[in-house]
């Protein structure tokens, strides 16, 4: 197809009139589009919830636990020089 003949078909489906849309498919779109923005809400907020609920398991462990301190040798040190 040369440019001419392109642009001939583009105009052509340019200007047949658009298929019918269905009456309720507005509704249904917002329907379908506030449940999905619910879900991703609901989500969100439970993906926080486990962050939140992980980082203060963190710190209640790490507070019992303490590891950074040193622990407790088992075993007494040599005697020598008796």
Known sequence: MNQTQREATVR???E???PPVP???HAEVVRRGSR?????TAARRLL???????ALAFVVWASVARPWAEPPSTTTPP????
């Open 48 to 54: 926080w919830l486990v962050l939140l609920a992980a």
């Open 12 to 14: 052509r489906l340019l």
């Open 36 to 40: 999905m923005l619910r879900r991703r």
């Open 23 to 25: 009456p309720d498919l």
């Open 79 to 82: 005697v020598s020089n008796w």
């Open 16 to 18: 047949r009139t658009p």
